[in-house]
């Protein structure tokens, strides 16, 4: 069984703050994870995905994520918030065996100027 | 290219009235899902379709048919209505094949309120 764990609902940051915002998952097969940005009233944005090729991926709008097999986790960061960074971010999984994807309940990010 | 496209944008429902919310992709994808979307739940799957004239149930299906006579198009239908439905509904059109890892593809979504 798949799922995703979003730790925090809502996370503020200073703009100009390290952003973190945190995805564990449970694959019972090497995954493939995905980040989404969802901007207010708009559909779903694929930021950056993992696929094995190597631990850290980069995304656009100077996201990255690491994957740590050891913790299952897929972490989401950028150095130094923008305004513009605010939105609601999904964290999602899917194995490659099929074509379901799973998600998680998301994280708001408020930047504050 | 449009995408994944859906049709209303906004819609105003009152509870026992029907209606169908519209979903086209231009991808030539055999695989689409819908989700809703409601405060604090994330994305959970309605129905999904694997391609034309096969569709199977996601995690919340009760109050919803699909159907795929195309490709193309996999339209959602409320049955009748209910408070209980008002969300925010996105259609999804995926990859599938031997190119991994699958990438979705979503609309700009639905929202639905029902009174």
């Known amino acids: 069984a798949q799922s995703v764990t979003q730790l925090g609902s809502h996370v503020s940051v200073s703009e100009g703050a390290l952003v973190l915002l945190r995805c564990n998952y449970s694959?019972?097969?090497?995954?493939?994870l995905f980040w989404y940005v969802q901007y207010p009233n708009q559909g779903l944005q694929l930021l950056l995905k993992?696929?094995?090729?190597?631990?850290l991926v980069k995304g656009i709008n100077g996201f990255e994520a690491e994957f740590k097999k050891s913790e299952t986790s897929f972490h989401l960061t950028k150095p130094s918030a923008h305004m513009s960074d605010a939105a609601e971010y999904f964290c999602?999984?899917?194995?490659?065996?099929?074509?379901?994807?799973?998600f998680g309940t998301g994280t708001s990010l408020t930047v504050i100027p | 290219n449009a995408g994944v496209t859906q049709t209303p944008k906004f819609q105003v429902l009152k509870t026992g009235q029907s209606m169908t919310l519209q979903c086209a992709q231009d991808?030539?994808?055999?695989?689409m899902s819908w989700y809703r979307q409601d405060p604090g739940m994330g994305l959970r799957l309605i129905h999904y379709s694997v391609g034309a004239g096969i569709t199977d149930q996601g995690e919340v299906p009760n109050g919803y048919n699909v159907s795929r006579s195309t490709t193309e198009d996999f339209p959602l239908r409320l049955l009748s209505a209910a408070p209980s439905q008002t969300s925010v509904y996105f259609c999804a059109s995926t990859t599938s094949g031997r190119v991994l890892p699958y990438e979705q593809y979503f609309g700009p979504g639905t929202r639905l309120t029902v009174t």
């Open positions: 993992y696929t094995s090729a190597a631990t």
């Open positions: 694959s019972s097969v090497p995954p493939y």
């Open positions: 999602a999984v899917n194995t490659g065996t099929g074509n379901q994807f799973y």
């Open positions: 991808m030539n994808h055999e695989y």
